[in-house]
């Protein structure tokens, strides 16, 4: 089983930039896919990106490609979001979440991950 922890959210004007971490627990890391999801009030949980167990695949929802880039370090647990150009309609709580596969496809769907952390907040004012 994997627990994910989130960190590195806060506020920041519009245009700005923040580096969201998601630390993983587990030996198995490297054989977990990760995503990226948001939920802002009101709105239902939005994907944003996912990785692939290696690293080298990324594909990411409109609303954020060319803004945002998700990366990974294996031998550190970690996966993380860079979050740059960014605009009021990007706030929202962000979480982390794993499935364990390590295929090549790729799924934007909340349900098929299974695990998730806590999420942590991201606000940008205009």
Same mark, same amino acid.
């Given at each position: 089983?994997?627990?994910?922890?989130?960190?590195?959210?806060?506020?920041?004007?519009? *245009?700005?930039? +923040?580096? +969201?971490?998601?630390?993983?627990?587990?030996?198995? $890391?490297?054989?977990?896919?990760?995503?990226? $999801?948001?939920?802002?009030?009101?709105?239902?949980?939005?994907?944003?990106?996912?990785?692939?167990?290696?690293?080298?695949?990324?594909? %990411?929802?409109?609303?954020?490609?060319?803004? $945002?880039?998700?990366?990974r370090d294996n031998a550190k647990n970690t996966a993380?979001?860079?979050?740059?150009? +960014?605009?009021?309609?990007?706030?929202?709580?962000? %979480?982390?979440?794993?499935?364990?596969?390590?295929?090549?496809?790729?799924?934007?769907?909340?349900?098929?991950?299974? %695990?998730? *952390?806590?999420?942590?907040?991201?606000?940008?004012?205009s």
């Open positions: 089983q994997v627990q994910l922890v989130e960190s590195g959210g806060g506020l920041v004007q519009a *245009g700005g930039s +923040l580096r +969201l971490s998601c630390a993983a627990s587990g030996p198995t $890391f490297s054989t977990y896919a990760m995503a990226w $999801f948001r939920q802002a009030p009101g709105k239902e949980r939005e994907f944003v990106g996912t990785i692939n167990w290696s690293g080298a695949n990324t594909y %990411y929802a409109g609303s954020v490609k060319g803004r $945002f880039t998700i990366s993380s979001l860079q979050m740059d150009s +960014l605009k009021p309609e990007d706030t929202a709580v962000y %979480y982390c979440a794993a499935r364990a596969y390590i295929g090549s496809h790729y799924t934007t769907r909340s349900y098929d991950y299974n %695990y998730w *952390g806590q999420g942590t907040q991201v606000t940008v004012s």
